[in-house]
Nanobody
Framework: QVQLVESGGGSVQAGGSLRLSCAAS????????MGWFRQAPGKEREFVAA????????YYADSVKGRFTISRDNAKNTVYLQMNSLKPEDTAAYYC???????????????????WGQGTQVTVSS
């Protein structure tokens, strides 16, 4: 059983940056592929970024490609989401998620992830 705790959310003006962190406990972190998702009010939860268990493969939604960077530090049991050039449409609750996977497939599906954090709010004002 893996527990995930996100932090780093907040309010920022358009064009600004934030770095989200997700600390994992209760499992062997390096054996889990990790993902970030977000959910705006009235909308479905959507994929943002994912990273393989070893960090060698990363995946991004088209809407954040070139602006967001996902990374992980297996020694610290933490995955990060560096968000630059933020836009008002990035406003959402951001969730990290974990799954045991070595194939890299279906990384964009919420149903592919077994463990979820409680979320951290990001608000971008224009």
């Amino acid at each position: 059983q893996v527990q995930l705790v996100e932090s780093g959310g907040g309010s920022v003006q358009a064009g600004g940056s934030l770095r989200l962190s997700c600390a994992a406990s209760g499992g062997t972190f390096s054996s889990y592929a990790m993902g970030w998702f977000r959910q705006a009010p009235g909308k479905e939860r959507e994929f943002v970024a994912a990273i393989s268990w070893g960090g060698g493969n990363t995946y991004y939604a088209d809407s954040v490609k070139g602006r967001f960077t996902i990374s992980r530090d297996n020694a610290k049991n933490t995955v990060y989401l560096q968000m630059n050039s933020l836009k008002p449409e990035d406003t959402a609750a951001y969730y990290c998620a974990a799954r045991r996977d070595y194939s890299g497939s279906y990384y964009y599906l919420t149903g592919a992830y077994a463990y979820w954090g409680q979320g951290t709010q990001v608000t971008v004002s224009s």
